[in-house]
């Protein structure tokens, strides 16, 4: 008799099932979306009435930049209407973990922003974010750092990369590689009003490496931060020790944390 290991292998694999007329009807319309960008992949769109070009080269395979393409451009959802309020005309704006430049360009085109420090180490994201910028004129009101903040200055390695979402680079400061660490601190910057932070399990050490930033300035930070995450108690409780109020979730989604200076 057969061997049942032999068998098992010896056992054809099970078919995929045939994607559905409605699947098919998707994935036609997303290779048509892309077709429609032309040769170099930059969709046009326009938002509160400001006209915004947003280079997307991925768009057919990372997350993001196809959820971008779909909708058509970016979604009121991101916090538009909520943003102004956060963000005056001429305030100082610090972004860390910039990505591809979504709200690089909504906080210097829609806000009006006079200056955002827009902090991103990926060499693929800081590519096209420097190129966002480029493309939408504001090279002189958005400066770009290729770095990641921290705790202290020093040096990382790549710790995790993926390909369709580039969102979700994670950097390892504690074995030195060829990612720039800095501080906010470390930028001596005059004025500071507002500090949103996309990182992850990196808030922490981003705030230990701002905290005299924040005495001085007293900027209102955002965090990106399920509440949930094993960082959010850390980053919460270096919050609150530096005065600041008690978080309130920004268009009442829990991920995105406002805190107020007390």
Not at 24 to 48: K, N, T, Y
Not at 181 to 196: G, I, N, S
Not at 200 to 211: M, S
Not at 245 to 254: D, E, N
Request: contains cysteine; glycine residues 8%.
């Amino acid at each position: 008799p057969m061997d049942v290991s032999t068998a098992e292998e010896a056992a054809p694999a099970p078919a995929t099932p045939a994607p559905s007329d409605q699947e098919l009807l998707a994935r036609i319309e997303a290779l048509l979306r892309i077709q429609a960008l032309g040769p170099e992949p930059m969709l046009d769109f326009a938002v509160s009435d400001c006209r915004i070009r947003l280079h997307l080269p991925f768009c057919a395979t990372e997350v993001m930049q196809a959820a971008i393409l779909k909708a058509g451009g970016i979604s009121p959802v991101l916090g538009l209407l909520e943003l102004p309020q956060l963000v005056k005309p001429g305030a100082t704006v610090v972004e860390v973990g910039a990505g591809i430049g979504v709200h690089t360009l909504i906080l210097g085109m829609i806000c009006r922003a006079g200056r955002v420090h827009a902090f991103e180490p990926g060499e693929v994201s800081f590519g096209i974010l420097e190129r966002n910028v480029t493309r939408n004129g504001l090279a002189r009101s958005v400066t770009l750092h290729r770095a990641a903040l921290g705790a202290a200055e020093g040096s990382a390695t790549c710790a995790a990369f993926y390909p369709n979402d580039l969102g979700r680079m994670r950097l390892d400061p504690a074995t030195p590689g060829p990612y720039r660490v800095t501080t906010l601190d470390a930028q001596a910057l005059e004025a500071v009003d507002l500090l949103r932070i996309d990182a992850g399990l990196a808030a922490p050490e981003i705030l230990a490496g701002a905290e005299e930033t924040l005495r001085r300035c007293r900027p209102v930070v955002w965090l990106e931060l399920r509440q949930r995450s094993p960082a959010f108690a850390a980053a919460a409780a270096r919050l609150a020790d530096l005065g600041y109020q008690r978080p309130r979730a920004l268009r009442g989604v829990a991920a995105e944390l406002v805190f107020a200076p007390g």
